[in-house]
């Protein structure tokens, strides 16, 4: 099946010399996306505060024969996008594509509990007890983080034929999940300015749209759903029990979903949508 997927990409999709700026590009989902990205031909810009992760996923695409170049880069601050921005036109061209992948949670805006009830031990961090700077930071990283990179690259694609923006959200945006109140509406403020993006920029050929992608795996969620011994702890089970397909997502198959989004040709009319891959997740009510 995999190489099937592989072969269908190659036959319907051609990102050749298309410039692809990747933010969060030393994560597992956005490494495989830019690894993707570069298998069809584009010239792949990969952005990470984590320079040495963005460079092992840059020498992959690398080593096998494409363009690719990382650079360490802090999505919140403007100055450093700047510097960046002009050094990829300089390397690789003006930005095409643009994926805004840098995003994630924090424990310190978690809670321990799912419900409040009277009688929680004093050990138990509840919505009380949440962190103040943790929620800035899981705020400020998802859409701050969303919205500044935007800022600055989207000046090159104004007018520039195909040029489209993608955004990473989450199903939680439509529902949010218990314990990660900030996260959950983060996320949901990168669906809205998903959107706003979509409208704003309707008039100088950008489009802009987002993927929502189910339950996979990943190093910020692995503590969350396995335990010490790999066994899946009473979370996963609500979470699997609760997706049709019976089982988590592997980031290589979110690649599709964000090929037809950025593909000027198939998705040119396609423009202020948050496309859930997730499994049927969205569509299962629980009975």
Known sequence: MQ?????TMTQFFDFTNKVVVITGAGGVICGELAK??????????????NGEAAQKFADEIIAEGGIAKAYKTNVLEKESLEAVREAVNKDLGTVDVLVNGAGGNNPRATTDNEFHEVGLSAETKTFFELDKAGIEFVFNLNYLGTLLPTQVFAQD???KE???IINISSMNAFTPLTKIPAYSGAKAAISNFTQWLAVHFSKVGI???AIAPGFLVTAQ???LLFDENGNPTPRADKILRNTPMGRFGESNELVGGVFFLADSTLSSFVNGVVLPIDGGFAAYSGV
């Open 221 to 223: 969620n692995e503590r």
């Open 162 to 164: 195909g040029a489209n």
């Open 3 to 7: 190489n099937n997927r592989r072969k």
């Open 207 to 209: 489009r802009c749209n």
């Open 36 to 49: 993707s990205f570069g298998k069809q031909g584009a010239k792949v810009a990969l952005l990470d505060l």
């Open 157 to 159: 694609m104004v007018g």
